[in-house]
């Protein structure tokens, strides 16, 4: 289910409870996770990235849009890694995220080229800006 599908909580109300307690979903999947977006733009000087690959460890994917946007529902409540990877930049992997249900997770990615080197003071710093928004339920 997306995290905005009226089948959401509308199930048969015999039936037993979703995994997060609450009433059953309509449909054989229920809602799990939740939904992470962000921006990608280049490290050297700050343009927003189109067609950048955001992907997951577990295989869910998309593309950045022209303004570098991109939007991915996270179909588990497990942890999970994201990769944000374009031809001619150094891929950029965001480790050990989890969303609750109906959370969503705001990154920016900032991808470099091959040829810039990190120096060791500008590796003590990260370039992610990750942002939580909790649904407020459970």
Excluded: W
């Excluded at 490290?43 to 460890?57: A, C, F, G, K, M």
């Excluded at 994917?61 to 994201?82: D, H, M, P, R, V």
């Amino acid at each position: 289910l997306q995290a905005d599908s009226p089948c959401i909580d509308t199930g048969d109300p015999e039936s037993p409870p979703d995994r997060d307690g609450s009433r059953a979903d309509m449909g054989c999947y229920p809602l799990e996770g939740g939904f992470v977006e962000g921006y990608s733009f280049d490290l050297s000087d700050e343009s927003p990235l189109e067609n950048v690959r955001i992907r997951t460890n577990l295989g869910q994917e998309t593309l950045t849009n022209e303004e570098g946007y991109f939007g991915l529902n996270i179909n588990t409540s497990g942890e999970f890694n994201l990769i944000a990877s374009l031809p001619g930049y150094n891929d950029s992997v965001i480790e050990g995220q989890q969303l609750d249900v109906g959370d969503t997770l705001v990154v920016e990615f900032n991808l470099s080229h091959p040829e810039f080197t990190i120096s060791e003071e500008m590796n003590k710093t990260a370039k992610f800006r990750i942002k939580r928004k909790e649904s407020g339920c459970g």
